[in-house]
Each structure stands twice: as C-alpha cells, then as structure tokens.
C-alpha cells in the first residue's frame, strides 16, 4: 500500500546532541511537510518542500533544518536539542493538483534528555 | 489570516450514544477546503474528510456526517452510535494557498478530545 514511512518512531537523544528523524513516501506526491506536535496541542508547521523548493516557516527555530534528495526521502535535522524541542514530530505528504489533502505519517516521538 | 475554532476540548459520551464535535473557521480566501483528522492514542493524523468551500452537500459515510454551512462557517461532525473505538483527539483544518503560492497550508484548530466509555 501506498503510504508515508516515519523512522525511527520512538528516539531519544540528549540535551545538545544532533539528531536526524526521517521521512519517506511511496505515494510520489511533490510536497513534504514537517510539523511538531507538543503533548495537548495542534500540530504546528516547520516547514515544507514543494518538489525542491524549501518553505520555512518564519517562527521555525533556525536550530531546525532539513533535507529532501529526492522525491521520496525528507529528513528533519535538529542540530542541538533542548529538553523543549521533545515532542511528536509529523510528516505529511500531499500532491499539489487541486484537492490537497495531506496524509500523515505515524510520527516520530522525540525524547531529549 | 486563517483561525479555526473547536470550542469543545473534551467530549466523554456511553457507548451507542451519538456525538457532534463542532468547528468554526476564519478565512477571507474565497477557495478554501476543509478537513477532519482523527488522532488514537498512537499519535499518527488519520484523514476522514475533505470538503471545498463550494461544495456545501452534506456527507454521510457509515456512522460519520459531516454539515458544511458557509453561512455560519461551520464544519461540524457528528458520530451516530458511538464506539469505544472512536475515542481519540478529532482536528479540524482549513486549508488555504500560502502566500507564496506554493502548495497549502493547513492551519488546524485545537482539537476535541472525545472519550467513549462502554
């Protein structure tokens, strides 16, 4: 089945050490999203590739990056956790021809010690 | 900007009863759709519904429906004889071209917490 891949699902690092989550999609949609979600509250959007085209969101700490080197593969890069950056980290994946539905993967959940 | 209200935090419902989770959306886009998402304790975003902003027909699919009333801004869902199974956090989005114009942003609203008890 067609579907968007999050690994590892559960992660945990310490306090200041880089970390990478990883995202992959069968579906050959053009657009990936990274989003965190704290315990209790919406998801809130980081940022987006749209094919190569990197979309920051302007409130996205610069402590976060990613990468996209093909169309099937997104990585989230957070160079130096703090114990405020521990919550689920969400991949979305959507194809950007008129309805737009986005489809989420299982997540990531990061625990910073 | 784009503001999407779910007044109700928690829902706790018996089993077989029926629920309507309510949302109440901001947009000045005249183009826009709207979402359903359920989320189970396992933390991955399920899509249930998509809805454009010119089509206000009402959906039943099983025991979901969903009432698209652009006059109020309203996009409510309502589960008909409730399952323990349906006990999750259910988000409403609304989805609008960002300004760049690449691709849509989907601003979600806070989402209800709906517990089903047997």
């Known amino acids: 089945d067609a579907m968007v891949i999050q690994n590892p699902r559960y992660q945990v690092t310490q306090f200041g050490k880089p970390v990478t989550l990883s995202c992959s999609q069968t579906?050959?949609?053009?657009?990936m999203y990274w989003y965190q979600q704290k315990s209790s509250q919406a998801p809130k959007l980081l940022f987006h590739y749209y094919d190569k085209d990197f979309n920051n969101e302007a409130d996205t700490p610069d402590n976060f990056q990613s990468r996209r080197p093909n169309t099937s593969f997104c990585f989230l890069d957070i160079r130096s956790p703090g114990l405020g950056d521990a919550a689920m980290y969400l991949c979305?994946?959507?194809?950007?021809?008129?309805?737009?539905?986005?489809?989420f993967g299982p997540g990531t959940r990061l625990t910073v010690l | 900007a784009q503001k999407v209200t779910q007044a109700q935090t928690e829902i706790s419902v018996v089993e077989k009863e029926d629920v309507t989770l309510d949302c109440v959306y901001e947009t000045r886009d005249t183009t826009y759709y709207l979402f359903w998402y359920k989320q189970p304790p396992s933390g991955e975003l399920v899509f249930l519904i998509r809805r454009n902003s010119f089509d206000e027909q009402n959906e039943i699919s099983g025991r979901y429906s969903w009432n698209f009333q652009k006059s109020t801004s309203s996009f409510n869902f309502t589960i008909t004889a409730s399952q323990v199974v349906d006990s999750a956090v259910y988000f409403c989005?609304?989805?609008?071209?960002?300004?760049?114009?690449?691709?849509?942003?989907?601003?979600f609203g806070s989402g209800t917490q709906l517990t089903v008890l047997p």
């Open positions: 579906l050959n949609h053009n657009v």
């Open positions: 979305a994946t959507s194809r950007e021809t008129g309805t737009d539905t986005q489809y």
């Open positions: 989005a609304l989805s609008v071209r960002f300004s760049s114009g690449s691709a849509r942003q989907l601003t």
